[in-house]
């Protein structure tokens, strides 16, 4: 399932040394997956735990003594609550199978195998989102189904649901036209009854079409019988359905008061269909086919291909052809996208300035010929617009909709994934999303990156923005921090949460420290230059800690722009701190002989953060992001913060809070005596530090 990158898993642990606990919490954190823990010390504390705060998974020591194994199962039963338990094992034999398995533990993990470890704690924690949003989608089904029930009988379409021919439902307008006063005399009716005895025969055939699955007509037109055998001439429109679970037909009759030519509704039909720009479909109609789409490919194992297209730097060629010939410029894409399509799929306008295709029984193979053969239709062309003739390419993303991806807000999700992905490394090509090919499209997808990420290491393709760091106890020295951003051209910046993870798998993060700390650097000699002393703090990634050529880089960078080292704060994360402890102190050891400073960040989520502060004693701490949100309705993380900041204080260590968004966290972290803030809220990151600290 997926989730957010900057989701945390709410863990506990119990088990009854710390330091088994620590590593666990390490491990995973090692892997990508951010951990807020808790460790009970006791039975009464586990209670506690479970009725103050949400849970997503317990790891528990099957061999331990100070709460044992069956009290956490018999405490967690108790609560009430959806929380999958993994039983941690030395080892695993049949006594302890059983044991695991009568006292509800949904799996076994060993502790000496931490990639086993760490693949069960992935599993359980899909699983529990997965259970999660199916609460969350039946609530809204039986909402949803409440109002659409709601909305069908106060309806003044006469709308019936009909299976095998026979009426379940009916509303008041349906009743009416027939002249039946309440539902009891129309239930368990064949709609037969309700038609002219000429229509029976042709009817019939239709029931039977239906029933085979087959699609029902847009229309059918016949003559209709009222309760007292009173005939009239009427439509009927067929939709598939289910009510109260059961797949049914939902039928409306309209009375046909008067004669309307048939060629003039179709061509009002057409138009209502029609983007007027562009002349593909519409938004709203191109949804309608791609919902059937997904639903046949759910239902019949059917493959089918969405494409969506956005034309590279828009807002450059908007600049270049003005403002009033945008409308021009899409409907000569529309033009040129259909001739490249032809007649082997349906396009559409999908948004401002994105196209959409959609093809009808396609596998991958065909799916990523028909994008190349758009991009190449775009890339090969000279659009003529107006006066004006350009070249417009097209980042183009791409789904292989089949039954492991039937749903419609996936796939429009992975199509626009892959269209910001082309376009974040250059443009001018496509990505389809195939899942039963996800390696060979991620392995294309990690190629493109890594050398869009070369490319930017070697041509000056970064960029660092700065985001104020505000004192609250009266401090108006300047400090900001430092942050990274890939340009993808045209103006569009890439947080580092795109790539960080494939430049670490690469072995690129050295070179992108140096790259951020070498131009931090600049930046501060300019700043001093301009009679402007600034603080910059700037992280570290894990990869520079074994590398002693970072700390002479450091020092041949503050000398060659004559900048003080106490003006450079280098963050590292307390996690890998944790993990690599003896790196991290001689790292610190080496920097503080040029005076540069330390901040440790993401403090305070460790099971013992202060614990760390005996082996290295930084000059600042970033209290970790997750207490922080939503701080003034959230009285526990009130007092962890005080308590931070107040044991921070006594070792001379200053604090600092980041992501703050609102007054009210402001003054909570005031009175808490915490030293910095950071956040939107106060000031955004931007190229410029023209924030005014007086």
Known sequence: MSKNPDQALRLMIVDDSGEDAEAIVSGLRNSGIAVRPLRPASGEELAAMLGAQPIDLVLAAQQASDIPFADVMQAIAASGKDIPVVAVSNGIDDAGLHEAQSTGARNIALRHKPQQLLATVRREWDDLEGRRALRKLEARVRETERRCDTLIESSRDPIAYVHQGMHIRANSAYLEMFGYESFEDLEGMSLLDLVAPQHVEDFKQLLKDLAKGEPPPARYDLEARDFEGNGFPASMEFASALYEGEACQQVIFRRQEQEVDPGLAQELEELRQRDQVTGLLNRPTFLHMLEDAVAEAARSNAQHGLLLLEPDHYQRLLHEIGLDAADTMLAAMAERLQAAIGDDAVAARFSEHSLAVLMRGNDYAQTTALAERIREAFASHVFQIGNRSSVITASIGGVQIGEKIASVTQVLAKANQGVQSSIGVGGNRFEIFDPSAVERAEEEHVQAWVSRLRDALDQEGFVLHYQPVISLQGDTGAVYETFLRLDAGDGELVKPLSFLQIAEEHGLLWEIDRYVIGHTITAIGQQISAGKPTTLLVKVSQAS??????????????????????????????????????????FAAAIGKLDCRIALEQFGAGLDSFQLLAHLKPNMVKIDRSFVEELPKNQPNQDRIRDIATKARELGIRTIAEFVSDAASMSILFSAGVDYVEGNFLAGAGPDMSYDFE
């Open 545 to 586: 800690l074994d590398d002693d050529s970072l700390v002479r880089f450091i020092g041949e960078q503050l000398t060659a722009h004559g900048v003080p080292g106490e003006y450079l704060v280098l963050q590292l994360p307390e996690a890998k701190v944790f993990t690599h402890l003896k790196a991290a102190q001689e």
